[in-house]
Nanobody
Framework: QVQLAESGGGLVQAGGSLRLSCAVS????????MGWFRQAPGKEREFVAT????????NYADSVKGRFTISRDNAKNTVYLQMNSLKPEDTAVYYC?????????????????WGQGTQVTVSS
């Protein structure tokens, strides 16, 4: 089992920044990849960014590329999502997730464990 706990969400004005954290505990040796997803009201959960637990290779959704940065600190078992130049359309609940072994990093269905989510609200 792997447990995840997100933090760092909040209310920010458009153009501002936030940094989300995801603390990971449990069987961390089983982690292949960590991902960030988001879900806005009335919409499906969508891929935001992912990072390989070993090696640190990253991928981003086109909508956040150049504005968001995913990183991890293996010593602290923590994954971060630095969000800059935030837009109102970034408003959503943000979730971190664990993928133990998959090629489809962008697919919600491929992730095995999920955090409870943290709300990000961007005002115009």
């Amino acid at each position: 089992q792997v447990q995840l706990a997100e933090s760092g969400g909040g209310l920010v004005q458009a153009g501002g920044s936030l940094r989300l954290s995801c603390a990971v505990s449990g069987r961390t040796f089983s982690i292949y990849r960590m991902g960030w997803f988001r879900q806005a009201p009335g919409k499906e959960r969508e891929f935001v960014a992912t990072i390989r637990w070993i090696g640190g290779y990253t991928n981003y959704a086109d909508s956040v590329k150049g504005r968001f940065t995913i990183s991890r600190d293996n010593a602290k078992n923590t994954v971060y999502l630095q969000m800059n130049s935030l837009k109102p359309e970034d408003t959503a609940v943000y979730y971190c997730a664990v993928d133990r072994s998959s090629a489809f990093y962008y697919s919600v269905n491929e992730y095995d464990y999920w955090g409870q989510g943290t709300q990000v609200t961007v005002s115009s």
